[in-house]
């Protein structure tokens, strides 16, 4: 069991006023339990499902699986065949939006991508007609890469690109852009791992202020009437609840949309339909993810030709 710190208590008071409830979340980040490991399927279940399964939730997209917790599956062949990608349950939590949304959009933006995972789902999920695929730190990128071409996700346009870039040269492009944003990685302890200064001022004040940075370019992305998925693995409402409330107050022509099968996942933390994950419920290390809506009329701007032709686009 690992030591209680201070600042963890202080965050534990800021998003339960109930002591129980408190210590229940405390205890699954210093006393972490395993979660059962997902998969994606990003083509049809072989006939033969080679993994010992559970129950699916009510909620859960028919192409994932969750599975019992003794399954490696990527150890198996498929796996390394791309028949399936390996992503925790938050990771599916937060794409959960994606699955109201229209298919399939013109255009779709992952702003932050690697490794990967939100963008194979949004693949799966919508089949969008474009995909870009952005990752702006080079030493992820090729993992982001290797990973959408083990799991044959084509066509996919995979981008090294700071979001304010993206916002000045393909404005008002993506029926739907998806931020899984960069934060303060509070999540990690929930999985046995380190993660050290998560809970600290600073370190969530950095991470707040480069949310708003990457969620206001990606504002820009989004065409009249187009989508905006924002989400983040972290717990403190700092880099969440706050973070769309800042959003909203700046940019007033975005809208929260309900997600109908998370309604019980609501944050008690805001009034804006927003949802959580909290390790305690067994099922992911924990999660936040919103639905924004670009209520401006009028009709998507098109991609230049050029911005294919730059040496920072590959196609896949
Ligand atoms: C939570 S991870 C994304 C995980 C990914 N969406 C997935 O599902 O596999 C956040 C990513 O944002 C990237 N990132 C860091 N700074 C960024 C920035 N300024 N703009 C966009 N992405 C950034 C990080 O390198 C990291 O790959």
Request: aromatic share 8%; hydrophobic share 40%.
């Amino acid at each position: 069991m690992k030591k209680v710190s201070n600042l963890l208590l202080k965050t534990s008071c800021q998003l339960f006023n109930v002591p129980s409830e408190r210590q229940v979340f405390v205890d699954a980040l210093v006393s972490p339990q395993p979660f059962h490991p997902a998969i994606l399927w990003t083509r049809s279940r072989p006939a033969e499902m080679p993994f010992n399964l559970v129950a699916p939730l009510p909620w859960q997209p028919e192409f994932v699986d969750r599975l019992a917790l003794d399954q490696q599956p990527s150890q198996h062949p498929l796996h390394q065949a791309g028949e399936f990608y390996c992503l925790d349950f938050s990771s599916v939590f937060v794409a959960m939006p994606m699955c109201q949304l229209a298919s399939p959009p013109a255009v779709l933006i992952d702003v932050c991508a690697a490794p990967g995972g939100q963008t194979i789902f949004a693949w799966r999920s919508l089949q969008p007609l474009q995909l870009l695929s952005n990752e702006p730190m080079s030493k992820r990128i090729g993992a982001l890469i290797t990973n959408l071409q083990r799991a044959q996700i084509k066509p996919v346009f995979a981008l090294r690109s700071d979001s304010n870039i993206l916002a000045e040269v393909i404005p008002q492009t993506a029926q739907v852009v998806v931020v899984n944003a960069p934060c303060s990685r509070q999540t990690l302890l929930a999985k046995g791992g380190e993660s050290p200064g998560c809970f600290h001022p600073v370190n969530i004040a950095k991470n707040a202020t480069r949310q708003k940075r990457i969620l206001a370019n990606a504002a820009q992305l989004v065409a009249p009437q187009g989508h905006l998925v924002y989400s983040t693995k972290t717990y403190t409402p700092d880099e969440n609840e706050r973070v769309v409330e800042w959003f909203l107050a700046h940019y007033p022509q975005f809208q929260p949309i309900v997600v109908e099968r998370l309604t019980s996942y609501q944050s008690s933390l805001t009034n804006i339909p927003s949802y959580r994950l909290f390790p305690q419920s067994g099922l992911g290390a924990g999660a936040f993810t919103v639905l924004l809506q670009n209520t401006q009329d009028g009709v998507a701007r098109k991609i230049p030709a050029t911005f294919f032709e730059h040496p920072s686009v590959t196609l896949l």
